[in-house]
């Protein structure tokens, strides 16, 4: 299956977009922890005309039961379709048969999602919140050495919760390695 996987790889770029906490939290009872109002804007324009993956879980809390301006692929290991403008996949590597054609598919979570596509991942875009969330029940994998952070904006505030944050983009080193 991974070389298969890797057979189907050099056609797109594999991103991920989250929002995390000092202590890589993203989830707790199904929610964020924290919401950044501008943050949604960063997310839109790095995500639309994009095709966008996510697990059933994450479907289920978008307000509309979808992203508009985006083609919705949302992983479940049902055939329950939640509404017409979103796709349902099985397994990554049917979400990567079914993008054969894109440029750059974004994983938009949730935890089981950024796991499952963790080693096809090519780069992350990254919303660090400056807080510890501490009792969260789901987490974004640990971002480590094979990581180079590409680009950083400044530490802004958000005015509705007094937290700082900033955007960071970080590519994976030795991309070569991994055809
Ligand atoms: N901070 C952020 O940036 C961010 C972004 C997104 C989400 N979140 C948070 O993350 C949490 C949700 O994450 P989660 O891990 O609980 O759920 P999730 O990743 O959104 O969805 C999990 C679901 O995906 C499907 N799935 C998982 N593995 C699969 C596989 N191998 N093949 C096919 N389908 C598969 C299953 O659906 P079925 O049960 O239908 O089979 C599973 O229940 C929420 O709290 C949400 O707010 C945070």
Redesign the pocket.
Known sequence: MYLKMEILKPTRTVAMI???SQDYA???D???PVYIKEDLRHFKALTEGRTVV?????QQ?LPKGYLPKRRNIM????DVVPNEYVEIA??VEEVMEMTRGDQEVVV??????YG?FWDLADVLYITHIDVVIGDAD?YFPMIGDEWELVDESDRRIDEATGLAYRYCEYRRKCLNNKG
């Open positions: 989250a929002a995390i993203i989830g707790k199904g929610n964020q996510m697990g059933r879980r994450t809390a992983l479940s290991h049902c099985h397994s938009i979570g949730g935890g089981m999602i499952l789901t």
